[in-house]
């Protein structure tokens, strides 16, 4: 157990919503670890209603450019975080709710722990991440790589090439690719470009595990986490030694040295709050503290969903595709699907895009003209407001311009990070608003994309929910997404549908003797919800944006798989001059 280096400093919070305290039942904590920030939500199990929230910003944020201990320069794809922020988050976020909410330690029944996935580190066996350490302080490969590292991207082929070579049967359950985003290219890049840090960690963990292990003081990996990002599967374990001796002779042992053969299934109680956790979060010892998931997973219960055919996209920064079914189908291209991944007893299915939100900001903070920011300013409104007030007035297609959503690779359907974003259709008369209206039409289309995937693959999509930032404060994107998909998008009215849902998973872990539940279903349907806010299709847009779409998947495939291969060219000369640079 870490204890040096929690800060109790209630600076960092950037945002506290306080509710009322009932005393008629007990409240459950949960934690949602996203990319920026870390946020609390503490729910009154009874009544549903949140009795307190709190946003925690992260201090370092997402280091992709620079590493700031030493001022070294990332190289494209990098996207690390100081773990030190999480460690942060806990000491700030759970004092501060348990103080708005007038609640008390003892009142707290259980506590839940979700985290974007994969975002991993290397560890010692008491649980200090080594860039803690003073001789790995400077070393990029000692800090967590987050999700959206993708730098790993040629790891992550040649373990696909070989899983094919091999036969490996657990590729179908990845759609036939495992990501670079996952545990093992990152870890196996860490052995190859660092192996001072490979041979020095006692154990590469996810950061939701990591965070598990800091507050019962003993690790205990998830199930779900294991079977969607690290190859794992609860009837054949983990891929044979051989396949991973073939990868790379000091992989044979990979496992057992640096994993962890003992793993826990979802919702279930990893262990209690430590004496020394308790101190600097403000916990009671004791606290019962669920097992680690996936922030898009525990959604799925946070929004109330418990049957297959019921589709949740979680959408922010990026968007997560989740689906629950009564049977494993090999669907290529999808992230993966797991038994009991998030809810035992079926089969969830997940698919995705690396970049939603992020395509956005990167539109508003690099390309909008500093004229528009002046305005934004002067009117006290954000840049998006003012983009968005005036592409709302265009019917689709007006702008003549069409995207591919690729800026940060392809998640599904086909899991390349070495795919980058196009825009067509440019003019004189091009505007602003024309390109941030495209951008937003192409997350949609390839959300379409991947739910037409999804039914021809006899998985149903019967209805469309949505939570996350976007779903809840851009009601002009919600209307695209209903157009695209010609579908009703029921939108839930939860400030922190994420935390919501760890929330659950630690009131099962507590079980009903502690006041809170012996199962995820009866938590999931115990806890009411406001009704939904239903976005409709405009019928009259039905055509036209089948048109576009046609096109959309007319540049998907001819970029996508391997028809016209510019962008991985471009990746390669841009290595190329980056190299020189360094020289």
Not at 193 to 211: G, K, L, N, S, T
Not at 526 to 533: A, D, E, F, G, N
């Amino acid at each position: 157990m870490i204890t040096s280096v929690f800060s109790t400093d209630e600076t960092g919070i950037l945002s506290l919503r306080k509710g009322e305290w009932f005393m008629s039942m007990k409240l459950a904590l949960g934690i949602d670890f996203g990319s920026l920030s870390a946020r609390a939500l503490l729910v009154d199990l009874k009544t549903g209603q949140e009795a307190a929230t709190a946003v925690c910003l992260y201090q370092h944020g997402c280091m992709e450019d620079v590493l700031p201990s030493s001022g070294e320069k990332l190289k494209p794809g990098w996207a690390l975080q100081d773990p030190q922020d999480y460690l942060d988050a806990l000491s700030k976020l759970i004092p501060t709710v348990l103080k708005s909410s007038g609640a008390s330690p003892e009142d707290i029944t259980g506590v839940g722990i979700d985290f974007t996935a994969s975002t991993v580190l290397p560890i010692l066996k008491d649980g200090t991440p080594l860039c803690f350490l003073p001789e790995f302080r400077n070393h990029r490969h000692a800090y967590a790589k987050m999700w959206k590292h993708h730098a790993a991207q040629d790891q992550a082929c040649r373990m696909n090439d070989l899983a094919k070579k091999r036969g490996e049967p657990f590729l179908s359950r990845y759609g036939g690719k495992i990501s670079e985003e996952w545990l093992f290219p990152k870890l196996l890049q860490t052995l190859e470009e660092a192996p001072d840090v490979y041979c020095a960690m006692d154990r590469f963990i996810e950061a939701a595990d990591w965070i598990v292990m800091v507050l019962c003081g003993e690790e205990r990996r998830s199930g779900g986490l294991a079977g969607y990002k690290a190859l794992w599967d609860k009837r054949s374990g983990y891929p044979k030694d051989d396949y991973f001796s073939e990868l790379d002779p000091r992989l044979t042992h990979v496992i057992d040295d640096k994993l962890s053969r003992d793993l826990w299934p979802i919702a279930s109680k990893a262990g209690e709050v430590t004496p020394s956790a308790a101190v600097v979060t403000g916990l009671l010892p004791g606290t019962a503290v669920a097992v680690g998931h996936i922030d898009a997973h525990v959604a799925v219960p946070g929004v109330g969903i418990t049957e297959e055919g019921q589709m949740l996209i979680i959408m922010g920064t990026s968007n997560c595709h989740m689906l629950l079914g009564q049977k494993a189908v090999p669907i290529e291209g999808i992230c993966g699907v797991v038994e009991d991944g998030i809810f035992p007893g079926l089969f969830g299915y997940e698919a995705g895009q690396p970049c939603v939100g992020d395509l956005l900001d990167w539109f508003v903070r690099e390309a909008v003209p500093p004229e528009t920011h002046k305005k934004a300013q002067e009117r006290g409104f954000t840049v998006h407001q003012i983009l968005r007030d005036k592409a709302q007035h265009q019917k689709p297609g007006a702008g003549g311009l069409l995207a591919l959503d690729w800026w940060n690779g392809n998640r599904s359907l086909l899991t390349d990070g070495d795919l980058s974003g196009l825009l067509v259709g440019f003019s004189l008369d091009t505007k602003t608003e024309d390109i941030y209206r495209a951008l937003m039409e192409a997350t949609a289309f390839g959300t379409r994309m991947i739910i037409e995937r999804f039914e021809s693959s006899g998985i149903p999509v019967n209805q469309l929910f949505a939570c996350g930032g976007i779903a809840r404060n851009d009601p002009f994107m919600m209307q695209i997404y209903a157009d695209v998909m010609q579908k009703d998008i029921h939108v839930i009215d939860s400030s922190q549908s994420v935390a919501l849902g760890a929330a659950l998973h630690g009131a099962v872990a507590a079980g009903s003797r502690a006041g809170g539940f012996d199962n995820l279903y009866d938590a999931t349907r115990s806890v009411s919800r406001k009704p939904p806010l239903i976005y409709r299709p405009v019928s009259e847009y039905a055509d036209l944006y089948t048109k576009l779409y046609k096109e959309y998947c007319e540049l998907h495939d001819l970029f996508g798989l391997g028809g016209c291969p510019v962008m991985k060219r471009l990746k390669t000369i841009q290595a190329e001059a980056l190299e020189r640079e360094t020289r």
